[in-house]
């Protein structure tokens, strides 16, 4: 999607090339976690060749012949299943769903080549922030065993906000507030912030509903006591929004 809307995210795709370098090791597999997709319980895209999920509408014929062939783990996504059974959340494999746009629209600049195996992690239901932090405190491991975990959403996603032209001071405000957290704060500081996100300036104006927020919450705990860096921030994009993004450590 990025090579024909170069001019609106031209940054933004930017920043994504530069992920591949600031990872540096090539992982050997990926979980994203995935603000397009929520269950009332945890699942995990379990299928060896993952279908294209196109979870949107309106937009042009292009958009929906993208390619992104990446192969599937069975295996990992068994595996992210049992380590959040065993820590007592419920999870499951899901052989059926493939790959949506929070995905493929990350991993196309990232990993063009698309050969590096991935699975997908639905956020939960109910959007409970300790649920999520428990689930990325749980599944941290990985990184270990070379697995890149992906946080998939937005820092600012209010889009009548967002496409009406009414956003960016809020926006800002929030991205300022956000930025602390991550940056600024780490272990159960950060995660008590983060558990009261709402209370945060313009949280909901921010976030009037927080899908694409608690993706980033399973990083956080995945992350434990890293403090995070801020690796893309624009104060327009679009025209009206503050947007960022983050990373710790190395995967």
Same mark, same amino acid.
């Given at each position: ?40 319980? #945890?699942?995990?895209?379990? =299928? ?14 292009? =958009? ?5 062939? =990446?192969? *599937?783990? @069975? ?7 049992? %380590? ?8 499951? @494999? ?9 995905? #493929? ?23 409970? @922030?300790?649920?999520?932090? $428990? ?13 890149? %975990?992906?946080?998939? *959403? ?12 009414? *956003? ?9 507030? /956000? ?10 500081? $950060?995660?008590?912030? /983060? ?6 300036? +313009?949280? !909901? ?9 608690? @993706? ?6 995945? +992350? ?11 104060? =327009? #994009? /679009? ?7 983050? !990373?710790?450590? +190395?995967?």
């Amino acid at each position: 999607m990025a090579e024909r809307g170069e001019t609106r995210f031209g940054e933004l795709e930017a920043s994504l090339r530069e992920m591949r370098k600031e990872i540096g090791t090539r992982p050997k597999a990926v979980l994203v976690v995935s603000g397009h997709w929520e269950t009332p319980e #945890f699942r995990v895209s379990s =299928a060896a060749e993952p279908k294209m999920e196109f979870d949107y509408y309106g937009f042009p014929d292009w =958009a929906y012949r993208i390619r992104y062939d =990446a192969p *599937g783990s @069975p295996a990992l996504a068994v595996r992210v299943a049992e %380590i959040l059974n065993e820590g007592g959340i419920a999870a499951s @494999p899901d052989s059926v769903r493939g790959l949506d746009h929070g995905t #493929f629209s990350l991993m196309k600049p990232i990993y063009p080549e698309a050969e590096m195996p991935i699975v997908q992690l639905s956020i939960h239901a109910g959007y409970d @922030p300790e649920v999520h932090l $428990r689930a990325g405190r749980l599944l941290g491991r990985l990184r270990d065993e070379g697995v890149l %975990i992906i946080g998939s *959403g937005s820092s600012f996603h209010n889009m009548r906000a967002l496409m009406g032209g009414g *956003g960016q001071a809020d926006s800002l405000e929030f991205d300022r507030w /956000l930025t602390h957290a991550l940056v600024d704060e780490c272990g159960e500081d $950060r995660a008590a912030l /983060l558990k009261n996100w709402t209370e945060a300036p +313009a949280a !909901r104006a921010a976030h009037p509903r927080e899908d694409h927020l608690v @993706p980033l919450f399973v990083a956080v705990g995945a +992350a434990q006591d890293e403090l995070g860096a801020r690796v893309y921030h624009e104060e =327009a #994009f /679009l025209g009206n929004a503050a947007m960022s993004s983050y !990373r710790f450590g +190395a995967l």
